[in-house]
């Protein structure tokens, strides 16, 4: 084998636990790291622990953590040789990922070309059927007139739900219970959608009740190799916003796991991606899956995957963008025991508002099988400009029963003084019946309110 | 090497009132030039932490890179003006290598005098002075980078 070169420079361009998790990969990989903070992330772990840092703009994200000249520059007076974007910010822009290439930096990510194509969600389902892989019964094209969009909806049969093709995440989504009101909703979700997206488009597809999610990891190198790490159920979520995660899931069997996992190989053939995706299905309660969207990413629930592989998945990000093969193979996969992941975010519980301010007492969990990935530690202030998530507390055990008993533990053991949590949230999940014989869906959260 | 460290060495360069000073140790590289114009008297410049003003750093990768600047760290005068760099970039102080500087310390500028240039993503952007007076201090060498917010002149409001 050839001797292969990775970076010797790379700029994180994130904020919060997901920079520090890309600075350990680095640091592990013997690569030098360059943060980029705002004013309001000068006491930020990333600022402290990255081997250099650079003050990019002011709190307000538009002027520093999406600010693509600003980012650009810096990774040009550091002389980085390759930029990872994280999760959020700029991690899906594929306009970025064009100048990152036309600066001749590295994007640590998949081309431009594939975040465009997976960013429009018709086309999308489109890939995914010429894939070979399941996708739910309705539109494969944008539509613009409520009465054709009312035919097809009739065709696949109500409820139906409506979708931004530039939407994702939750976002521009109306579900529509029957004929009479559908014309309003179409309407409403297409200025939703381009005043959200700066795109009308919109597509109808079969509303599936109480799904659950599952998701398949895979990675794929510039060779053509590509491989699927198992799945990560993630059906516990509040308003599309996921809160816990496991893996395995407690609904798919061996063969699922199986044919789940092809499909979303297949899926990334078929695109040509090339990094670490995530092939989002939607599972039926008759055990028919569907394919849903496809984050072009690093993922916020990860470590779960990690956990149950012993795959770095940060580490091969950075590998396969310096022109590695993959080292692994399909049949060299191995999914060990079960890793759960709570996200503990700074919130009200009453309201569900985000909880800023300084944390006056900080004390993380560890112990056997646990792993917490935080940018947090006492006499931090959490900053009302960025997102709530504080920490992310993994759990593995050798099996479920033992990871949920971990994770109960860990939660206990966790104590966040100065701001609200969710921490009293995750230990009432994991107390109810429903959670611990894993017999749950999407629509849990709603299903604990009464 | 590290910030405590480097936070050490300057309490110490500042009691003792020494203006110049260098440090090697293995591949970290160290500089550190007091009073901004290599041993003038402090003119125009009140506050006691102007240690920081010149401060490189030569990491590992023999690439020069700017310490962040605390803030407050840098304490201006009531009748002065601190000039910060509005972009991350590279400051230089002329329009090309062989064009004089657009400002030495004691030019006398207007609202809108070009101070210097901050080159970012190729693009020379030309930073103007927001008040009038006179040049005090200019406290980043040609050719550094620079960071948001970081200070590049102290200008004497007339």
Same mark, same amino acid.
């Given at each position: 084998?050839? $001797?292969?070169?990775?970076?010797?420079?790379?700029?994180?361009? =994130?904020?919060?636990?997901?920079?520090?998790?890309?600075?350990?990969?680095?640091?592990?990989?013997?690569?030098?790291?360059?943060?980029?903070?705002?004013?309001?992330?000068?006491?930020?772990?990333?600022?402290?622990?990255?081997?250099?840092?650079?003050?990019?703009?002011?709190?307000?994200?538009?002027?520093?953590?999406?600010?693509?000249?600003?980012?650009?520059?810096?990774?040009?007076?550091?002389?980085?040789?390759?930029?990872?974007?994280?999760?959020?910010?700029?991690?899906? =822009?594929?306009?970025?990922? %064009?100048?990152?290439?036309?600066?001749?930096?590295?994007?640590?990510?998949?081309?431009?070309?594939?975040?465009?194509?997976?960013?429009?969600?018709?086309?999308?389902?489109?890939?995914?059927?010429?894939? @070979?892989?399941?996708?739910?019964?309705?539109?494969?094209?944008?539509?613009?007139?409520?009465?054709?969009? *009312? %035919?097809?909806?009739?065709?696949?049969?109500?409820?139906?739900?409506?979708?931004?093709?530039?939407? +994702?995440?939750?976002?521009?989504?109306?579900?529509?219970?029957?004929?009479?009101?559908?014309?309003?909703?179409?309407?409403?979700?297409?200025?939703?959608?381009?005043?959200? $997206?700066?795109?009308? %488009?919109?597509?109808?597809?079969?509303?599936?009740?109480?799904?659950?999610?599952?998701?398949?990891?895979?990675?794929?190198?510039?060779?053509?190799?590509?491989?699927?790490? @198992?799945?990560?159920?993630?059906?516990?979520?509040?308003?599309?916003?996921?809160?816990?995660?496991?893996?395995?899931?407690?609904?798919?069997?061996?063969?699922?796991?199986?044919?789940?996992?092809?499909?979303?190989?297949?899926?990334?053939?078929?695109?040509?991606?090339?990094?670490?995706?995530?092939?989002? $299905?939607?599972?039926?309660?008759? @055990?028919? $899956?569907?394919?849903?969207?496809?984050?072009?990413?690093?993922?916020?629930?990860?470590?779960?995957?990690?956990?149950?592989? @012993?795959?770095?998945?940060?580490?091969?990000?950075? !590998?396969?963008?310096?022109?590695?093969?993959?080292?692994?193979?399909?049949?060299?996969?191995?999914?060990?025991?079960?890793?759960?992941?709570?996200?503990? =975010?700074?919130?009200?519980?009453?309201?569900?508002?985000?909880?800023? +301010?300084?944390?006056?007492?900080?004390?993380?969990?560890?112990?056997?099988?646990? !792993?917490?990935?935080?940018?947090?530690?006492?006499?931090?202030?959490?900053?009302?400009?960025?997102?709530?998530?504080?920490?992310?507390?993994?759990?593995?055990?050798?099996?479920?029963?033992?990871?949920?008993?971990?994770?109960?533990?860990?939660?206990?053991?966790?104590?966040?003084?100065?701001?609200?949590?969710?921490?009293?949230?995750?230990?009432?999940?994991? !107390?109810? *019946?429903?959670?611990?014989? +894993?017999?749950?869906?999407?629509?849990?959260?709603?299903?604990?309110?009464? | 090497?590290?910030?405590?460290?480097?936070?050490?060495?300057?309490?110490?360069?500042?009691?003792?009132?020494?203006? /110049?000073?260098?440090?090697?140790?293995?591949?970290?590289?160290?500089?550190?030039?007091?009073?901004?114009?290599?041993?003038?008297?402090?003119?125009?410049?009140?506050?006691?932490?102007?240690?920081?003003?010149?401060?490189?750093?030569?990491?590992?990768?023999?690439?020069?890179?700017?310490?962040?600047?605390?803030?407050?760290?840098?304490?201006?005068?009531?009748?002065?003006?601190?000039?910060?760099?509005?972009?991350?970039?590279?400051?230089?102080?002329?329009?090309?290598?062989?064009?004089?500087?657009?400002?030495?310390?004691?030019?006398?500028?207007?609202?809108?005098?070009?101070?210097?240039?901050?080159?970012?993503?190729?693009?020379?952007?030309?930073?103007?002075?927001?008040?009038?007076?006179?040049?005090?201090?200019?406290?980043?060498?040609?050719?550094?980078?620079?960071?948001?917010?970081?200070?590049?002149?102290?200008? /004497?409001?007339?």
């Amino acid at each position: 084998m050839t $001797f292969m070169k990775l970076f010797s420079k790379v700029l994180v361009a =994130n904020r919060g636990e997901i920079a520090l998790r890309v600075i350990r990969a680095c640091r592990e990989l013997g690569i030098r790291s360059v943060a980029v903070f705002s004013d309001a992330d000068r006491e930020a772990l990333h600022t402290r622990f990255a081997d250099e840092s650079i003050c990019i703009g002011p709190a307000n994200s538009k002027l520093s953590y999406l600010n693509i000249p600003s980012i650009i520059s810096a990774a040009e007076v550091s002389d980085c040789e390759a930029i990872h974007p994280g999760y959020g910010f700029l991690a899906e =822009n594929p306009e970025f990922s %064009e100048v990152c290439e036309a600066s001749g930096i590295t994007f640590i990510g998949p081309r431009s070309d594939h975040l465009r194509l997976m960013g429009n969600k018709i086309q999308a389902r489109n890939l995914a059927k010429r894939a @070979g892989v399941p996708v739910i019964e309705g539109g494969l094209e944008g539509m613009s007139d409520p009465e054709e969009a *009312l %035919e097809l909806a009739k065709q696949v049969g109500f409820p139906v739900i409506i979708k931004a093709a530039a939407g +994702g995440g939750g976002r521009g989504i109306r579900v529509v219970h029957s004929e009479a009101s559908f014309r309003a909703a179409f309407s409403m979700a297409q200025s939703e959608a381009g005043s959200s $997206f700066n795109n009308p %488009e919109v597509y109808v597809e079969r509303f599936i009740e109480a799904p659950r999610h599952v998701e398949i990891q895979i990675l794929a190198d510039e060779k053509g190799n590509v491989i699927h790490l @198992g799945e990560r159920d993630c059906s516990i979520q509040r308003r599309y916003q996921k809160l816990i995660e496991e893996s395995p899931s407690p609904a798919v069997s061996p063969a699922l796991r199986k044919e789940m996992g092809n499909s979303a190989v297949a899926l990334a053939r078929e695109a040509g991606y090339v990094n670490a995706g995530t092939v989002e $299905f939607l599972l039926d309660s008759d @055990g028919r $899956f569907y394919f849903m969207e496809m984050n072009t990413r690093i993922q916020v629930e990860h470590p779960v995957t990690e956990m149950v592989t @012993g795959i770095d998945l940060v580490k091969e990000q950075i !590998r396969i963008s310096a022109g590695h093969p993959l080292g692994i193979k399909q049949e060299d996969v191995r999914v060990t025991g079960h890793a759960i992941e709570c996200r503990i =975010n700074a919130e009200d519980p009453d309201n569900h508002r985000p909880s800023p +301010g300084t944390i006056t007492f900080y004390y993380a969990p560890g112990g056997p099988g646990i !792993r917490v990935d935080s940018a947090a530690y006492e006499s931090y202030y959490i900053p009302p400009h960025y997102d709530s998530m504080v920490a992310k507390l993994i759990a593995h055990g050798r099996d479920r029963d033992e990871a949920l008993a971990r994770m109960q533990r860990a939660l206990e053991e966790f104590v966040i003084e100065g701001v609200k949590t969710t921490i009293p949230l995750h230990q009432r999940i994991l !107390r109810t *019946l429903r959670f611990r014989q +894993g017999e749950y869906s999407t629509n849990f959260i709603e299903s604990l309110k009464g | 090497m590290d910030i405590k460290e480097i936070r050490e060495i300057l309490k110490v360069l500042e009691r003792f009132e020494i203006l /110049d000073f260098s440090l090697q140790e293995g591949d970290t590289r160290i500089h550190v030039r007091r009073g901004g114009r290599g041993g003038e008297s402090d003119q125009g410049l009140s506050g006691r932490s102007l240690a920081r003003e010149v401060l490189t750093v030569t990491p590992h990768s023999e690439l020069p890179v700017t310490a962040p600047e605390p803030e407050g760290s840098l304490v201006v005068g009531e009748k002065q003006f601190l000039v910060t760099s509005p972009i991350v970039g590279t400051f230089y102080r002329a329009p090309s290598p062989e064009s004089p500087a657009f400002v030495e310390v004691g030019s006398q500028v207007s609202k809108g005098s070009v101070l210097c240039i901050v080159e970012a993503m190729k693009i020379m952007n030309e930073i103007e002075s927001e008040v009038g007076g006179k040049v005090a201090g200019i406290l980043v060498e040609n050719a550094q980078p620079v960071e948001y917010g970081q200070p590049l002149f102290i200008i /004497d409001l007339v």
